[in-house]
């Protein structure tokens, strides 16, 4: 079992920076793969970036590639997301989600929110333009 608990979210200018961190607890918990996922108003969720528990790959949709990074510190039992030159099309809110994959990673399974069995309750992004 695994929780975790968003935090970061809030008002920004477009153009400007935020970092999300999702804390998790638990037993193990740095052993999870850890994914963000985002849900615009009005649209479906959609992935933004996962990072791997043992060798930190990482990877990232293509709207947010080169704009936004995703970190662990597996010591802390945090993952982040520095999100850059915010958009007004990256207003949402934002999850982060986790899961072990047993039965093996690939960074396709890790964008389909179907495959996370824990998941935050988010955190509200909102960039005015």
């Known amino acids: 079992q695994v929780e975790l608990v968003e935090s970061g979210g809030g008002l920004v200018q477009a153009g400007g920076s935020l970092r999300l961190t999702c804390a998790a607890s638990g037993r193990k918990s740095s052993n999870y793969v850890v994914g963000w996922f985002r849900q615009a108003p009005g649209k479906e969720r959609e992935f933004v970036a996962v990072?791997?528990?043992?060798?930190?790959?990482?990877y990232y949709a293509d709207s947010v590639k080169g704009r936004f990074a995703i970190s662990r510190d597996d010591a802390a039992n945090t993952v982040s997301l520095q999100m850059n030159t915010l958009k007004s099309e990256d207003t949402a809110v934002y999850y982060c989600?986790?899961?072990?994959?047993?039965?093996?990673?690939?960074?396709?399974?890790?964008?389909?929110?179907?495959?996370?069995?824990?998941w935050g309750q988010g955190t509200r992004v909102t960039v005015s333009s």
């Open positions: 989600a986790a899961d072990l994959f047993r039965s093996g990673f690939t960074p396709a399974k890790g964008m389909v929110q179907e495959g996370y069995a824990y």
């Open positions: 990072i791997t528990w043992r060798d930190h790959s990482t």
